[in-house]
T-cell receptor, first 114, second 115 residues
Framework: AQTVTQSQPEMSVQEAETVTLSCTYD???????LFWYKQPPSRQMILVIR??????QNATENRFSVNFQKAAKSFSLKISDSQLGDAAMYFCAAISGNTGKLIFGQGTTLQVKP | ETGVTQTPRHLVMGMTNKKSLKCEQHLGHNAMYWYKQSAKKPLELMFVYSLEERVENNSVPSRFSPECPNSSHLFLHLHTLQPEDSALYLC??????????????FGEGSWLTVV
C-alpha cells in the first residue's frame, strides 16, 4: 500500500522569500509518479508540479521545484520568490502505475506574509 | 478552468432528502473519480470509474450511490445522509486508469452540508 506523509500542518514565508514544504512517501512499487497540488481558498485543486520516479532529474516549473530523494522516499517542494497568490493548502500525492489510485498527504497550509 | 465541471457548487440537504451531485469533464478522459475532503482529514478516494465501469469502491456506505452513464459524466446520488457526511466532494478525471504518469484533473468541488 502507498502512503504519503506531510509532517508540517502549517508553514509561513515572507513575500519574495523561499520556502520548502516536506513530503515523504512509502511504496513498494517501482512504477509511480509524485505530484504537488495546490488548493487555494476557492478549493480548486490545481496541479503544481509532477515528478516521474524513474527520472533522477528534479522537476522544475517556473518558481516551483522539487527535491526528489528516491532512496530516502522524500519529495519536497521549493517555492522561490514567494508571492501572495501562493498562499494555499499544498498537497503531496503519489500515484501507482499499477492501480492508478492517487493517494494524498494530509496537506500543508502555506501563509505568505507581505 | 481544468475542464472538469461540478454542480451544484453548494448543497444543503436534510437527512431524509435525496439529491445528486453532477460532474462533467470536457477533456476526453476515460477515467473519473469521486473524492471526499473533510476537515482535518486527507482526501479520501471514494469511487473510481474506467470506461463507465466501476473499478473501485473504497468501503463507501451505500447511502452514496455513484453512476457513470458515459465517460464524460459522473453522478453521486445521495440518500439518507448523516451530518458527518458534510464535506467537500471533489470530482476528478484522467486520460486512462492504471497508466503511470496519468495526471488527474479536479473540478472545483461541491460543498455538501447535511442538516
Amino acid at each position: 500500500a502507498q502512503t504519503v506523509t506531510q509532517s508540517q500542518p502549517e508553514m509561513s514565508v515572507q513575500e519574495a522569500e523561499t520556502v520548502t514544504l516536506s513530503c515523504t512517501y512509502d511504496t513498494s512499487e517501482s512504477d509511480y509518479y509524485l505530484f504537488w497540488y495546490k488548493q487555494p481558498p476557492s478549493r480548486q485543486m490545481i496541479l503544481v508540479i509532477r515528478q516521474e520516479a524513474y527520472k533522477q532529474q528534479n522537476a522544475t516549473e517556473n518558481r516551483f521545484s522539487v527535491n526528489f530523494q528516491k532512496a530516502a522516499k522524500s519529495f519536497s517542494l521549493k517555492i522561490s520568490d514567494s508571492q501572495l497568490g501562493d498562499a494555499a493548502m499544498y498537497f503531496c500525492a503519489a500515484i501507482s502505475g499499477n492501480t492508478g489510485k492517487l493517494i494524498f498527504g494530509q496537506g500543508t497550509t502555506l501563509q505568505v506574509k507581505p | 478552468e481544468t475542464g472538469v465541471t461540478q454542480t451544484p457548487r453548494h448543497l444543503v440537504m436534510g437527512m431524509t432528502n435525496k439529491k445528486s451531485l453532477k460532474c462533467e469533464q470536457h477533456l476526453g478522459h476515460n477515467a473519473m473519480y469521486w473524492y471526499k475532503q473533510s476537515a482535518k482529514k486527507p482526501l479520501e478516494l471514494m469511487f473510481v470509474y474506467s470506461l463507465e465501469e466501476r473499478v473501485e469502491n473504497n468501503s463507501v456506505p451505500s447511502r452514496f450511490s455513484p453512476e457513470c452513464p458515459n465517460s464524460s459524466h459522473l453522478f453521486l446520488h445521495l440518500h439518507t445522509l448523516q451530518p458527518e457526511d458534510s464535506a467537500l466532494y471533489l470530482c476528478a478525471s484522467s486520460r486512462t486508469l492504471r497508466q503511470s504518469g496519468n495526471t488527474i484533473y479536479f473540478g472545483e468541488g461541491s460543498w455538501l452540508t447535511v442538516v
